[in-house]
């Protein structure tokens, strides 16, 4: 039985923190996160299963939220 997840969407902050922690893991640390190009992290962020945000509706804003997430979820897992 495999349990249903919504989609995921630019405004989801945390969850996609989340699915960027799950993939990457401890590859990634605090000053690391800060330094990956925002193009980068959108192409990431695109990727991720469950993501069903479109390129033309990403900003700067949500991209430094979901650094900022990510960082918060890195922390918790040291």
Same mark, same amino acid.
């Not at 990727?47 to 918790?76: S, T």
């Given at each position: 039985?495999?349990? &249903?997840?919504?989609?995921?969407?630019?405004s989801?902050?945390?969850d996609v923190?989340?699915?960027?922690?799950e993939?990457?893991?401890?590859? &990634?640390?605090?000053?690391k996160?800060?330094?990956?190009?925002?193009?980068?992290?959108m192409?990431?962020?695109?990727?991720?299963?469950? &993501?069903e945000?479109?390129k033309?509706?990403?900003?700067?804003?949500?991209?430094?939220?979901?650094?900022?997430?990510?960082?918060y979820?890195?922390?918790?897992?040291?």
């Amino acid at each position: 039985m495999s349990t &249903f997840e919504p989609p995921i969407h630019w405004s989801d902050h945390e969850d996609v923190a989340m699915k960027l922690y799950e993939k990457f893991g401890d590859e &990634f640390g605090e000053a690391k996160i800060y330094r990956i190009r925002f193009t980068d992290l959108m192409e990431w962020v695109m990727q991720l299963p469950g &993501f069903e945000g479109k390129k033309e509706d990403c900003n700067e804003g949500h991209l430094e939220m979901i650094q900022a997430q990510w960082v918060y979820e890195w922390r918790d897992n040291q």
